[in-house]
């Protein structure tokens, strides 16, 4: 038996489960209604839905429809936002973040406790996440290389390949479950990230504190992915922001020189570009602290890749720019689009 088995023991922790929702009506049903057949006890159980400014009538129709669960109305629509209120008004010893497009099986939430209380000094527990026709999305983040991240299995099927309950780099916050007392000491979500790669910065972190980061692959967790998932260009621009703060929060020694790991930036339009580089310049540098050769460096690197970027455009068919960008640095560019890189589904 595992330690603290809740099903052998009969001893259920208090379980918060926190959803972040903005103009989602059509989706919450099904999100709402699987939860309602969990099979993990209803009084050791809560839901918490944190609406981020719906216009879309959800809000009155959660609270007609749904009296069990708890609507918090949030002042801004930032999702890491959203999920700090949930947790702080959270009474569970554990926290469930749970995206608005997903549908559980009925022993998602038991398999995500018994996982956590599987052994000491567990903070952070993923489900296996799913796309509804059964292909694998989500069996926790792994590191690729050139300080890029992404989803272990993405798109394979699923034939028992992640099947051991294990260790990992982090988790998905499509649906993971966290010990309220671990998010407490790492400073719940940090809001500069807005949504995208916020679970990667609090599993980093959390690690860091010495938690440990498990995979649960019998909680099982099926995401629609809301919309057509499109990767419009603000999108784009935002994760990648997210990748380069993870990047400059976790390693900022090699901020700097990975740069041009971010290749993509170097097609954006000209107003998002001048963006981006805004952001390396004045919004990096907080993180480099006391260094300021790092600095020096970093401003250094976006001056280079503005310079590159013109004479791409200038003198490069746009075909020959694509494979110069790619074997930009005799391999040491990695290019990838933003959506094979700290992918984050919400």
């Keep these: 038996m595992q330690k603290n088995d809740p099903k052998q023991e009969g001893s259920f922790p208090f379980v918060t489960v926190i959803i972040v929702h903005r103009n989602g ?5 099904e999100c709402l209604d699987s939860l309602r057949g969990l099979d993990y006890p209803r009084d050791k159980r809560e839901v918490l839905v944190v ?65 956590a209380q ?18 694998i999305q989500s069996a926790g983040h792994e590191q690729l290389p050139h300080y890029h991240w992404g989803d272990r299995g993405l798109k394979e099927a699923d034939q028992g390949q992640y099947s051991r309950t294990e260790e990992v780099t982090s988790v998905s916050n499509v649906s993971a479950l966290y010990k309220k007392e671990a998010l407490e000491k790492a400073g719940f979500f940090d809001e500069d990230f807005h949504m995208y790669s916020e679970d990667l910065d609090m599993n980093y972190r959390l690690r860091s504190l010495g938690y440990k980061i498990v995979f649960a692959p019998r909680s099982f967790v099926y995401h629609r992915l809301r919309g057509p998932r499109r990767m419009d260009a603000l999108k784009q621009v935002l994760i990648l922001k997210n990748r380069m703060r993870f990047l400059a929060k976790h390693f900022p020694q090699k901020l700097p020189e990975h740069l041009f790991g971010f290749g993509e930036i170097l097609l954006l339009p000209d107003a998002l570009f001048d963006e981006i580089l805004d952001f390396i310049k004045k919004d990096l540098p907080k993180y480099l602290g006391d260094k300021p050769e790092a600095i020096q460096q970093l401003i250094s690197g976006a001056a280079d890749l503005r310079d590159f970027r013109l004479r791409c455009f200038r003198t490069v068919p746009f075909f020959k720019m694509l494979s110069r960008i790619r074997n930009w640095g005799a391999g040491k560019l990695a290019f990838r689009s933003s959506g094979e890189c700290c992918r984050k589904a919400s």
Excluded: M, Q
């Design 25 to 29: 009506k059509r989706l919450i049903k």
């Design 118 to 135: 599987s052994s000491e000094g567990i903070g952070a527990v993923g489900s296996k996440v799913l796309f509804f026709d059964g292909r």
């Design 51 to 115: 609406d981020n400014g719906s216009t879309d009538g959800s809000v009155k129709y959660i609270n007609r429809s749904y009296p069990e669960v708890r609507v918090l109305a949030n002042d801004l629509n930032n999702y890491c936002s959203a999920n700090n209120l949930g947790i702080r008004e959270a009474r569970g010893e554990y926290v469930a973040l749970l995206n608005n497009d997903t549908k559980v099986d009925r022993h998602w939430l038991v398999e995500l406790v018994r996982a």
